[in-house]
């Protein structure tokens, strides 16, 4: 049939290469033709299928363990990588079937305090990365030549610049809260302020301290909640600065003389 087989004298395949313990096809550039001489092994045993850099220390830079899922790596027509899938939809594709979650790790073994989570570049600009630094992961992005957010050990959050959220809300759930000063806005009488206050021991549409240990809190909605209750308590102070100025004009006309 055209077969070659090499330790087996019927092979399967059109070479075939059998052997007792690991079984291995050498590729030997020699320097004969002026190149740098190197030599690789392709090999394969019940530990791995492996490549094998036979000039520099017999590394391994490229390993596969028997029973590896189909699919473990693959590269598409246009380059794009599928991790775990077939159909990469992006330059790098990581699917996972089952119900460990999906993650992608960067390590540097060398360095304990600073281990890279994750780092992308662009025409060889770094464009953002996130790294453990002593304890504390930093974001950095290309050019701005400082950690524009940290997360200590603690999980205190620190942000460098502004952070500025400019999409439409509708009323009552954004952070603008200028709603209020519309002339249908329905602002509580102060006694019906005082009376919720009394039975909930919170403010009107702020969630309660339970609440907040419970769920959580939405830093965007409860801004907008905070200057809601700022906004009304200005109308608030503005009613009474009226009922202030009233009393101190009818006061003033009461001790005037005739």
Not at 137 to 165: H, K, M, P, Q
Request: aromatic share 6%.
């Amino acid at each position: 049939g055209g077969r070659i087989g090499l330790g087996t004298s019927t092979p399967v395949a059109e070479v075939h290469i059998k052997d007792g313990d690991t079984p291995t096809l050498r590729l030997e550039q020699d320097g004969s033709s002026g190149f740098t001489a190197q030599t690789w092994d392709v090999a394969g045993n019940e530990t791995n299928f492996f490549i094998r850099d036979a000039t520099n220390g017999s590394r391994l830079p490229f390993r596969i363990r028997p029973s590896a899922p189909a699919n473990s790596i693959y590269t598409d027509t246009d380059g794009d990588v599928g991790m775990g899938t077939s159909s990469p939809s992006r330059q790098l594709h990581i699917t996972r079937s089952d119900a460990a979650q999906t993650r992608l790790l960067v390590e540097n073994t060398n360095d304990a305090a600073q281990n890279t989570g994750y780092q992308m570049s662009n025409s060889a600009q770094l464009w953002s990365n996130l790294v453990n630094t002593n304890g504390n992961w930093v974001a950095s992005a290309s050019g701005t030549g400082f950690n524009e957010l940290e997360v200590d050990a603690a999980g205190n959050l620190y942000i460098r610049a502004v952070c500025n959220d400019n999409s439409t809300f509708p009323a009552g759930t954004g952070t603008c809260a200028d709603y209020v000063f519309e002339p249908d806005y329905p602002l509580m009488p102060l006694d019906e302020v005082r009376a919720f206050i009394a039975l909930n021991k919170h403010l009107p549409n702020v969630p309660s301290a339970d609440e907040i240990k419970a769920k959580g809190v939405n830093l965007q909605s409860h801004q907008g909640r905070l200057l809601e209750k700022i906004e009304e308590l200005f109308l608030y102070t503005l009613e009474q600065q009226e009922t202030i100025d009233a009393l101190t004009a009818r006061l003033q006309a009461l001790e005037t003389p005739e």
